[in-house]
Structures are given as structure tokens and as C-alpha cells.
């Protein structure tokens, strides 16, 4: 049986993992949960699952109910629970930064990552990419488009491949006027039309910012040049992401849009296995459809095509200032149309000062770098006004 640590096991991911591993008896061994605090979800997935180790901020509760379980705290919990755990395959569901030690830990020991977490790719893609393959390590994406395409890349030649799609749903405001998004509230932002997710996903869903940290990731993922992933809308979202090679053909990935698919994917790999989950049924899909993208409602892609450009620890800053800029719209700080901007100010900051001393010019080759960056743009970014 395979052994598996799931970080971030109460959040939209963690859960849909757990249901899956509940699809596959026998298959797999929960040998370690983290979240980031104690809960009643934690809780129950303590009991069910009988994990022999958990990692967590607040210990009390979990020793109290548990007192046979390991349990680690504090701010490097994550990183330990993979070195003590020791699992075969890491799935990585937290967001931001917070997982990024425990990343770089488990690609050192050679293990597999089932990554959802795009924020340790986009801010620290090259220490990522380099520990893994220096190490020996695997990285299995679990977003959707990036397993689609994934997939589609299994069996082929990297020469062969003359760009990549991702597919966008795009999200809340995909029929709202760009003069209306000025107004546009938390609560309108959060409605997804097709995707359950956190809140944070769900409004970079809405500013399309989701779709420009992919580009970087798949850039990071599959070894292409930013330049040549392409997004477009699709309503549908049932083709996940397509890969065009140099003859002209395309490969696509269609699914229903269901977590769980990539997820089983992931932790099954390099097999495929029935887990009994929603089947696509081609005949009566009817039209699908595909839009191009419109600059003018979604500059974000832009934007994090000019931090991928610049590269270094620009796409930290992006990152880092995307994440406040969300969390003060949600907070009623700042206008929904502000988001971008804010962003856009913040990586526009940070260039004249890389330009003006070579202290800011680092590259992002260690977590120290990227950590310097992140926290110079979250500082920059609170203190902008729209």
C-alpha cells in the first residue's frame, strides 16, 4: 500500500483526497494530516483515518483525544510531518507559502507530489524545480489544467510540443459589463459557475489572476517558455487544457469538472484505476464552446506575464501582492476593479528598486530569497491606496 500524507486535509482538496482514498480501500495508508488549526473536520478525520502523525499549530485538543497520535507544531510542522511520516506520496492542498519547506523536504527525499498548492511553483519554481531533479523527486499536478496537460504530454517528445492551452471558465464575472465591475461586491465575486473552491481561489477565478499563476506554473512545470501557454474561455469547462504540437495537431483532456479526477489521477500514478466517479457522457455534451480572452476585463494576465518575464523573484511579488490585494477587497478595503492595479503598482515598486541596487536583483535559488521578496510585497501592498 501506498503511504500518504495529505497537507492541508481540511480545505476543498484535503477533503476530496480523503473521499477518494475512501474509493480505493486498500490501496493507501494515511500516515500523516496537517491543517492549520484544530477543527471538528480535523477532528473526525483524526478518528477515521488513525493517522501516526499530525502536524498542526495548536496541539492541546489533538493530544487530549489522541494521546497515542505524533504531533508537531508550529511554524515548521509541515516540513516535519513529511520527514517523520516518511509517505510515498505528499498531497500538497494548502495555500500560499506555508508548504513550501515541506515541498523542498519531501522532493529531497525522492518522494511524489501530488501538488494543488500553485503558489510554491510560482514564487519558487526554479529551487523547486532543481531540488526535484537533482533528487530524483516527482511532481504530479493536481489542478485541473495542469493534469490535463499532464496527461496529454504523457508518451510524447518535449521537441515536439509548440505550446500549451489552459482553459478558463471565466468565472463570476465572465457576462458582467467591465463598467459594471467597479461595483461588483464579495458576495457576487465568490458565486463560481462551475467550481467549489476557498474563497481566495474563487475570486482570482473572478480577476482571471488563477489563470495567470498558471501560465507560470505550467511554465515551470513542463519546461516551456511562458510566452507559449495560451489561455482562453471555455463555459463549459469540460476540456481541461490542450497541447498543440509542431505538425499542427492538438491533443485535448475532457472531464467532467470534478476534483476528484485529477486528485485520483495524481495518487495513483502511474496508473490509471476505477474509482467510481462521475463519467463524461460525450453524447450529450452538445456545443463547446472557446473565447478569447478580453484584456480589458482580465489585465491580470498581463501583468503576471510581465513578472514571468522579468523572472527572478518578480513572480513572488506577484504572488505575495495578488494574495493582500484579495484579502482587502474581501475585507471591504478596496474595489474589485483595485485588485489588479494594486498588484500591477506593487510589481511596477519592486522593479525600480531591483534596478536601483543589485540587493533586490536576487534570483530565486533559495527560500530565504523568495521569503524577502514575498514579505516586501505584502508590506507594499497593504500601505497602497486605489
Given at each position: 500500500m501506498k503511504r500518504v500524507a495529505i497537507l492541508g486535509s481540511t480545505g476543498s482538496v484535503g477533503t476530496q483526497t480523503l473521499d477518494v482514498l475512501e474509493r480505493l480501500p486498500g490501496a493507501f495508508v494515511v500516515v500523516a494530516l496537517a491543517a492549520g488549526r484544530w477543527s471538528p473536520c480535523l477532528a473526525s478525520q483524526v478518528e477515521r483515518w488513525r493517522p501516526a502523525t499530525v502536524g498542526i499549530a495548536d496541539p492541546a485538543p489533538v493530544r487530549e483525544h489522541f494521546p497515542d497520535t505524533h504531533v508537531l507544531t508550529g511554524k515548521d510542522a509541515l516540513r516535519r510531518t513529511v520527514e517523520v511520516a516518511e509517505p510515498d506520496v505528499i498531497v500538497v492542498a494548502t495555500p500560499g507559502l506555508t508548504a513550501l519547506a515541506a515541498c523542498l523536504e519531501a522532493l529531497?527525499?525522492?518522494?511524489?507530489?501530488?501538488?494543488?498548492?500553485?503558489?510554491?511553483?510560482?514564487?519558487a519554481g526554479a529551487l523547486v524545480m532543481r531540488i526535484a531533479r537533482d533528487c530524483g523527486g516527482t511532481i504530479v499536478p493536481v489542478d485541473s489544467e495542469h493534469s490535463g496537460i499532464w496527461q496529454c504530454l504523457q508518451g510524447e517528445e518535449p521537441r515536439a510540443v509548440a505550446g500549451l492551452t489552459l482553459t478558463s471558465s471565466g468565472g463570476a464575472f465572465r457576462d458582467t459589463p467591465v463598467h459594471a465591475l467597479a461595483t461588483a461586491t464579495p458576495e457576487e465575486a465568490l458565486r463560481h459557475p462551475t467550481w467549489s473552491m476557498g474563497p481566495k481561489i474563487t475570486i482570482d477565478s473572478a480577476t482571471l489572476m488563477n489563470k495567470g499563476l498558471e501560465i507560470i506554473e505550467a511554465s515551470w512545470l513542463f519546461d516551456i517558455p511562458p510566452a507559449q501557454v495560451a489561455v482562453v474561455l471555455h463555459r463549459q469547462s469540460i476540456i481541461h487544457a490542450l497541447v498543440e504540437f509542431i505538425d499542427g495537431t492538438f491533443k485535448a483532456q475532457l472531464a467532467v469538472p470534478d476534483m476528484r479526477l485529477p486528485i485520483a489521477n495524481a495518487l495513483t500514478y502511474p496508473e490509471r484505476v476505477f474509482a467510481d466517479l462521475p463519467r463524461l457522457d460525450i453524447a450529450r455534451l452538445g456545443m463547446l464552446s472557446f473565447e478569447p480572452v478580453d484584456d480589458r476585463k482580465y489585465?491580470?494576465?498581463?501583468?503576471?506575464?510581465?513578472?514571468?518575464?522579468?523572472?527572478?523573484?518578480h513572480p513572488a511579488v506577484l504572488n505575495a501582492a495578488n494574495e493582500v490585494a484579495v484579502e482587502r477587497f474581501l475585507a471591504g478595503d478596496v474595489r474589485f476593479t483595485d485588485?489588479?492595479?494594486?498588484?500591477?503598482?506593487?510589481?511596477?515598486?519592486?522593479?525600480?528598486?531591483?534596478?536601483?541596487?543589485d540587493e533586490w536583483a536576487s534570483a530565486a535559488d533559495s527560500i530565504e530569497a523568495v521569503l524577502t521578496a514575498d514579505a516586501w510585497a505584502r508590506a507594499t501592498c497593504r500601505e497602497l491606496q486605489p
Open positions: 529531497q527525499a525522492g518522494r511524489v507530489l501530488a501538488m494543488a498548492n500553485k503558489e510554491a511553483l510560482v514564487a489585465p491580470s494576465i498581463e501583468v503576471a506575464r510581465r513578472a514571468a518575464e522579468a523572472g527572478g523573484t485588485i489588479v492595479p494594486l498588484v500591477a503598482t506593487t510589481l511596477d515598486r519592486y522593479a525600480e528598486r531591483s534596478r536601483s541596487t
